[in-house]
């Protein structure tokens, strides 16, 4: 059996939210804000954040979080309060969520693309009593009728004011942070709500601590790291992968307000960027950039990916243009504070198809439908265990019941696990297609598209068959235009079984749409085609 990959740290055996037993690293921080004292400690006068032309060491940073939090307080905000953010990639994202930290607050992160209903609906949920918003999203700030309990809010990035973020930064700095156990709830995440309404997963302070030093052991982060974040720092990715795992290694973080091929390259080398982590279609649209052969990008080590199968040949491009990057798979989900399965680089050509081993201190079981394990092979949901998994979803006892096992969290993902401990994910439940009665795993085609030179991207779903019950069809968008579909037909003729061929292929010239994490919307495809 192939191991995990080694801990930097050391493991033991702990009781979490008080009916799980599971490994976690025994020297660490004990909360958020341990993370951001102990960056200052070690590296106070070095780089943290920079953002366009504003830079700040980590005394900067600390100094600046705690007059927030002194603003913060004065408003009456205390241990275990909500403070919702609707923030985009910006220095201000960080420092609220650090002094939000400091507080013992709770912090509610929200995507810009979010609506007036969809904030609505998490304040309330969430009961938060401060909301830090963008001054040009103000339209969509909900009103005293909407929010009831919303007792303040304040814009950033417009002009200077009373309630703006500037004002915050007044307050003279709180010297003591609050007294936090490291179970209690850090952050409150609302997952995408694809059936019935978002669930706000509750990320305490030791899963947010696991999952920064997973990362930093899998990936052997220093503070000589810098890290950019192109992915949105509201969304479990940006803020573990990015934020956290800076702060645990006192790193500095670059910030990319929007990811723009051209602006990141740019700034990549300019910052001499050396990790990052992205969905794979970030990397495809840097390398369409005709000039990326100028850009000095010799001090990137490190390349994360996931959400979708990463194809050879931009595997094969990358290795060629930037031989010092290592292309690393992580599999994760906001339930499981982002990690729990990472593919060290030098597996990635073997293992293209597996999203690595489970992380260290991570159990991974293959289940069938009646909750028995599965033998290695075989198809079944994936369930994870670990410290990074999170106790259950905010004021919804009935969806943590049905999610949570025995401390296992239950993913909806089809996967197997191999005899080396490799696993692979074949699926979301819903969106298996069932041809006939043959089971068709949309990943596995998906993989095999991938693999085709002249392939960008790709999705398959499943379009209705009144006789079949579904036919496979797939939405590629091409390398070169004159791509033709026999062509992509007969690749995959060669490598699946004939009932895994895409009966409709459709050539797109546009991107394939996505939500704010870069995952691909199967849901929008399928009303698109259902509507021709």
């Given at each position: 059996?192939?191991?995990?990959?080694?801990?930097?740290?050391?493991?033991?055996?702990?009781?979490?939210?008080?009916?799980?037993?599971?490994?976690?690293?025994?020297?660490?921080?004990?909360?958020?804000?341990?993370?951001?004292?102990?960056?200052?400690?070690?590296?106070?006068?070095?780089?943290?954040?920079?953002?366009?032309?504003?830079?700040?060491?980590?005394?900067?940073?600390?100094?600046?979080?705690?007059?927030?939090?002194?603003?913060?307080?004065?408003?009456?905000?205390?241990?275990?309060?909500?403070?919702?953010?609707?923030?985009?990639?910006?220095?201000?994202?960080?420092l609220?969520?650090?002094a939000?930290?400091?507080?013992?607050?709770?912090?509610?992160?929200?995507?810009?693309?979010?609506?007036?209903?969809?904030?609505?609906?998490?304040?309330?949920?969430?009961?938060?009593?401060?909301?830090?918003h963008?001054a040009?999203?103000?339209?969509?700030?909900?009103?005293?009728?909407?929010?009831?309990?919303?007792?303040w809010?304040?814009?950033?990035?417009?002009?200077?004011?009373?309630?703006?973020?500037?004002?915050?930064l007044?307050?003279?700095?709180?010297?003591?942070?609050?007294?936090?156990?490291?179970?209690?709830?850090?952050?409150?995440?609302?997952?995408?709500?694809?059936?019935?309404?978002?669930?706000?997963?509750?990320?305490?302070?030791?899963?947010?601590?696991?999952?920064?030093?997973?990362?930093?052991?899998?990936?052997?982060?220093?503070?000589?790291?810098?890290?950019?974040?192109?992915?949105?720092?509201?969304?479990?990715?940006?803020?573990?992968?990015?934020?956290?795992?800076?702060?645990?290694?006192?790193?500095?973080?670059?910030?990319?307000?929007?990811?723009?091929?051209?602006?990141?390259?740019?700034?990549?080398?300019?910052?001499?960027?050396?990790?990052?982590?992205m969905?794979?279609?970030?990397?495809?649209?840097?390398?369409?950039?005709?000039?990326?052969?100028?850009?000095?990008?010799?001090?990137?080590?490190?390349?994360?990916?996931?959400?979708?199968?990463?194809?050879?040949?931009?595997?094969?491009?990358?290795?060629?243009?930037?031989?010092?990057?290592?292309?690393?798979?992580?599999y994760?989900?906001?339930?499981?504070?982002?990690?729990?399965?990472?593919?060290?680089?030098?597996?990635?050509?073997?293992?293209?198809?597996?999203?690595?081993?489970?992380?260290?201190?991570?159990?991974?079981?293959?289940?069938?439908?009646?909750?028995?394990?599965?033998?290695?092979?075989?198809?079944?949901?994936?369930?994870?265990?670990?410290?990074?998994?999170?106790?259950g979803?905010?004021?919804?006892?009935?969806?943590?019941?049905?999610?949570?096992v025995?401390?296992?969290?239950?993913?909806?993902?089809?996967?197997?696990?191999?005899?080396?401990?490799?696993?692979?994910?074949?699926?979301?439940?819903?969106?298996?297609?069932?041809?006939?009665?043959?089971?068709?795993?949309?990943?596995?085609?998906?993989?095999?598209?991938?693999?085709?030179?002249?392939?960008?991207?790709?999705?398959?779903?499943?379009?209705?068959?009144?006789?079949?019950?579904?036919?496979?069809?797939?939405?590629?968008?091409?390398?070169?235009?004159?791509?033709?579909?026999?062509?992509?037909?007969?690749?995959?003729?060669?490598?699946?079984?004939?009932?895994?061929?895409?009966?409709?292929?459709?050539?797109?010239?546009?991107?394939?749409?996505r939500?704010?994490?870069?995952?691909?919307?199967?849901?929008?495809?399928?009303?698109?085609?259902?509507?021709?």
């Amino acid at each position: 059996m192939t191991k995990s990959p080694v801990p930097a740290f050391a493991l033991a055996r702990q009781v979490r939210f008080k009916d799980r037993v599971v490994p976690v690293f025994e020297n660490r921080p004990k909360s958020v804000w341990e993370l951001v004292a102990a960056a200052t400690a070690r590296r106070g006068d070095g780089e943290a954040l920079i953002c366009g032309g504003a830079r700040m060491t980590w005394n900067e940073v600390a100094h600046a979080s705690r007059c927030i939090a002194a603003s913060m307080d004065a408003m009456g905000i205390r241990r275990g309060d909500r403070i919702a953010l609707q923030l985009g990639n910006r220095n201000e994202f960080v420092l609220a969520w650090f002094a939000a930290s400091h507080l013992g607050a709770i912090t509610v992160p929200l995507s810009t693309r979010h609506l007036r209903a969809e904030i609505a609906y998490a304040i309330n949920n969430s009961g938060a009593r401060l909301f830090i918003h963008e001054a040009a999203l103000a339209d969509r700030v909900p009103d005293a009728a909407e929010t009831p309990d919303l007792a303040w809010r304040i814009s950033a990035g417009g002009t200077p004011g009373p309630a703006t973020f500037e004002s915050l930064l007044t307050a003279q700095s709180r010297p003591e942070p609050a007294a936090t156990n490291e179970e209690d709830t850090n952050l409150i995440l609302y997952t995408s709500g694809t059936t019935g309404q978002p669930k706000g997963a509750m990320l305490a302070h030791c899963n947010i601590i696991h999952s920064a030093m997973v990362y930093e052991s899998c990936m052997g982060l220093t503070e000589a790291d810098r890290s950019i974040a192109a992915v949105p720092l509201a969304h479990v990715t940006g803020i573990i992968a990015n934020i956290a795992s800076m702060a645990r290694c006192a790193g500095a973080l670059i910030i990319v307000p929007e990811f723009k091929a051209a602006d990141f390259l740019a700034v990549a080398e300019r910052e001499r960027v050396t990790q990052t982590i992205m969905v794979p279609a970030m990397y495809n649209l840097c390398l369409l950039q005709s000039d990326f052969d100028r850009f000095d990008l010799s001090a990137w080590r490190i390349g994360g990916y996931g959400g979708a199968p990463m194809p050879i040949a931009t595997i094969e491009r990358l290795a060629a243009k930037l031989p010092n990057l290592e292309l690393s798979n992580v599999y994760g989900a906001t339930e499981t504070t982002s990690p729990c399965t990472f593919l060290p680089a030098a597996l990635s050509k073997t293992h293209l198809d597996s999203v690595g081993l489970p992380c260290p201190g991570t159990d991974i079981l293959i289940m069938d439908e009646d909750g028995r394990e599965l033998p290695h092979g075989e198809i079944g949901e994936v369930w994870i265990h670990g410290g990074e998994v999170v106790k259950g979803y905010w004021n919804n006892a009935k969806a943590t019941d049905e999610s949570f096992v025995a401390g296992y969290w239950r993913s909806g993902d089809l996967g197997t696990i191999d005899s080396e401990n490799f696993v692979r994910i074949l699926d979301r439940k819903k969106d298996m297609i069932n041809r006939g009665g043959l089971k068709i795993y949309s990943a596995e085609v998906e993989s095999v598209l991938a693999s085709h030179p002249d392939v960008l991207e790709s999705a398959v779903i499943g379009e209705p068959c009144p006789v079949l019950g579904e036919r496979v069809c797939a939405v590629i968008v091409p390398r070169r235009p004159d791509l033709e579909v026999y062509e992509l037909r007969a690749w995959c003729s060669k490598l699946l079984a004939d009932y895994k061929v895409p009966e409709t292929i459709t050539l797109s010239d546009t991107p394939l749409p996505r939500n704010a994490n870069g995952k691909v919307l199967k849901r929008q495809l399928r009303e698109q085609r259902a509507a021709v």
